[in-house]
């Protein structure tokens, strides 16, 4: 099975692709990490550390491919999870989409893509052109990183798009959304409410999420000394589980933009608008005085 997962730039790709990493391991799967960005540090909170590149290790071979081996790019990292890093071109130099094709053929000739019972695709920032796109030509699923934001959820839903579009000529369907780090959902509800899609899981605002970041180590392994890490641990494992039962997946029918905006920022402008609504319909039934003020009511 490859999964691709995407989100917004800073939402929390790469953490949350670390865990569910773990979790898959701990389920009793061979697990490949591969991160697809330029920056390198998809693996960070596997490794503890920035792993050489697919670009930089020919380099660091003279270029001599014969001598590249498996085990030149492949790093083995907490909990049993392969770690593989594509890196990328120079800024403003090259296509991203292009340096994970060749990662993936990398891979294949050397006979690493076929050894693993999941292959997990993390990938960089925004869909803005079809070579960040290409990790979609491998996957079975796309999982999209979100919080309860404006920003993040008008980046799932060109996403979205993107997972339509490439459902036109491979097998790939959207797993669901995965909120990240947010004590409220109401504004995903709103969203997937005008474009239908599970949502796998909504992660609670715990400060811990972000620091394992900083630590360079994954959730599952700040729980060895944090017992009380084991219910945060508990979230991704059920996305793991959600995973492993092959769900049947959706092709997204992505909102157009203009009409996202406005539902977005309507209920921004209007935050309370829906509340007034409820207050209202919940008084209609309540027996009030000969002057309409709701019985058990004080006026100060």
């Known amino acids: 099975m490859k999964v691709a997962v995407y989100g917004k730039?800073?939402?929390?790709?790469?953490?949350?692709?670390?865990?569910?990493?773990?979790?898959?391991?701990?389920?009793?799967?061979?697990?490949?990490?591969?991160?697809?960005?330029?920056?390198?540090?998809?693996?960070?909170?596997?490794?503890?550390?920035?792993?050489?590149?697919?670009?930089?290790?020919?380099?660091?071979?003279?270029?001599?491919?014969e001598d590249v081996w498996p085990e030149d790019v492949i790093h083995r990292g907490y909990g049993?999870?392969?770690?593989?890093?594509?890196?990328?071109?120079?800024?403003?130099?090259?296509?991203?989409?292009?340096?994970?094709?060749?990662?993936v053929k990398s891979l294949k000739e050397s006979n690493a893509f076929y050894e693993y019972d999941i292959i997990l695709f993390d990938v960089l920032g925004d869909v803005v052109c079809g070579g960040f796109a290409a990790p979609l030509n491998y996957a079975d699923y796309c999982i999209i990183i979100t919080d309860n934001?404006?920003?993040?959820?008008?980046?799932?839903?060109?996403?979205?798009?993107?997972?339509?579009e490439k459902a036109h000529t491979h097998p790939l369907r959207l797993a669901g959304l995965v909120g990240n780090r947010t004590s409220e959902r109401d504004l995903i509800n709103k969203y997937v409410e005008a474009c239908p899609m599970p949502v796998l899981e909504v992660l609670p605002l715990v400060e811990d999420i972000r620091v394992s970041r900083v630590k360079g180590k994954t959730l599952f392994e700040m729980a060895e000394g944090q017992p009380n890490l084991n219910?945060?641990?508990?979230?991704?494992?059920?996305?793991?589980?959600?995973i492993l039962s092959k769900p049947e997946g959706i092709v997204p029918r992505e909102i157009p933009d203009r009409e996202l905006f406005s539902l977005l920022s309507d209920f921004y402008l209007n935050p309370n608008s829906e509340k007034k609504v409820k207050t209202q319909n919940d008084q209609q039934d309540t027996p009030c005085d000969q002057q309409g003020i709701p019985l058990g009511f004080t006026i100060i």
């Open 9 to 65: 730039g800073g939402i929390g790709k790469s953490t949350t692709s670390c865990n569910i990493s773990i979790a898959l391991a701990r389920r009793g799967k061979r697990i490949l990490q591969i991160g697809c960005d330029p920056k390198h540090d998809s693996t960070f909170t596997l490794t503890g550390f920035l792993i050489p590149t697919i670009i930089d290790t020919p380099q660091s071979k003279d270029y001599h491919y």
């Open 80 to 103: 049993g999870v392969d770690c593989v890093e594509a890196g990328g071109p120079p800024a403003g130099a090259g296509c991203g989409g292009y340096v994970v094709g060749e990662t």
């Open 149 to 164: 934001g404006f920003d993040a959820l008008f980046a799932a839903n060109r996403i979205a798009a993107s997972v339509r």
């Open 231 to 242: 219910f945060v641990c508990d979230f991704y494992s059920n996305i793991a589980d959600q």
